[in-house]
């Protein structure tokens, strides 16, 4: 039974994410289109900020003379 709720609220949370950015309206390909290109975007910006986060956290510590 928990596996049916689960998969209940993860229906209630894409029905709302549909609701809210308003893709109930688009057609299946348009939304697949939609989401695909958002899930790239997502997936770019984390692994930007994975790579390169670390060295500007380094930068700003050895500016303020926190590190050695």
């Not at 309206?25 to 958002?38: A, D």
């Not at 930007?48 to 510590?61: D, E, N």
């Amino acid at each position: 039974m928990a596996l049916g709720d689960c998969w209940k609220q993860l229906s209630w949370f894409y029905y709302q994410y549909l609701l809210v950015t308003a893709l109930y309206m688009l057609e299946p390909w348009e939304r697949t289109v939609f989401n695909s290109l958002l899930i790239s975007v997502a997936g770019m910006a984390i692994y930007t900020g994975y790579v390169f986060m670390p060295q500007h956290i380094m930068a700003i510590l050895h500016y303020f003379e926190l590190v050695q």
